[in-house]
């Protein structure tokens, strides 16, 4: 399986900053490799390192990254999210299983070279919606879901409870 | 199908506002039939009415609710999404499709009277996660999509695009 990775565009750290932590916490979560935001933010690349520290795998964050440049040199397919988008049932079948794929994920405004320079513009539903939700939705149906359970080898690790709560740490 | 209400538990209204907007969103860009929040927030309310004004369907919000008698008095299954439940690939096959759902969806802390009011708790994984993107795949998952592209008769209606932006306007 290639990597996926997720480029968050128009990241403001003041007021975007729960929204952007979702997006790398969900892609995580889900099984992508990293994310590239645009604008510079320590406090956010230490938040993701943390849990990445506590619950294992390897999912890197990098900030303050030349988008333009991300996109002219990826190696691999472009996704564009976004509302105004083709059929995500529609698309997924067409996007390439054997290369790396590249999500990105736009803020309010999201300058025409983005669309210019994805593979694919596609939206999950053409309702206002949550990138977040919509990014989770594409991730989980591409790959079928098949990370979300995937041991990552991390200091803790949480096992499914009917009631209540049960976490694994492991002493090192 | 039966319908699916969100309650939305320890939201608040500064800090919560993105999020429990993002859970809205998408909850009604999924099908769901409304929210209710626990904390009374008009400008929450305002921005959810102002988009179903807009885009049609007739999702509802109501905020300052008491959760518990709500739990209590619905009718229909209740199912709490946090990141300690079962697996969610085991448990969806077990909720019935012909009564009402009420999806719980907490913030930091959720007291032991929601584990307990659950005839489910559920995880999307038991990784740390968005709250939003748990949601949406839970509810893309239980309705196999079906709603995400479902004409809302709104007064705006995005036609999906290759690579612009195509809003149809309809004037009433």
Redesign the interface.
Known sequence: MPNIWILRIGHRPQRDK??TT??A??S???GASGIYVDTADRVLEENIRS?VDR?GGDYTIETGIQWKKLLKDFDGEIVHLT???????ESLPKISREKDLLIVVGAEKVPPEV??AADF?I????????E??????LL??FTD?R???SD?NGNL???????????VEKHS
Chains 1, 2 share one sequence.
């Open positions: 729960r929204v979702h997006v916490l969900s995580r979560a889900l849990v619950f509302m105004y988008g083709q059929r995500f049932d669309y210019q513009n939206s999950v539903g053409n309702q206002p919606h949550s977040i939700a919509a990014l989770a939705i989980y149906s879901g990370n979300l359970y990552r690790t949480v096992i499914p409870n009917e009631r209540g709560k049960t976490v």
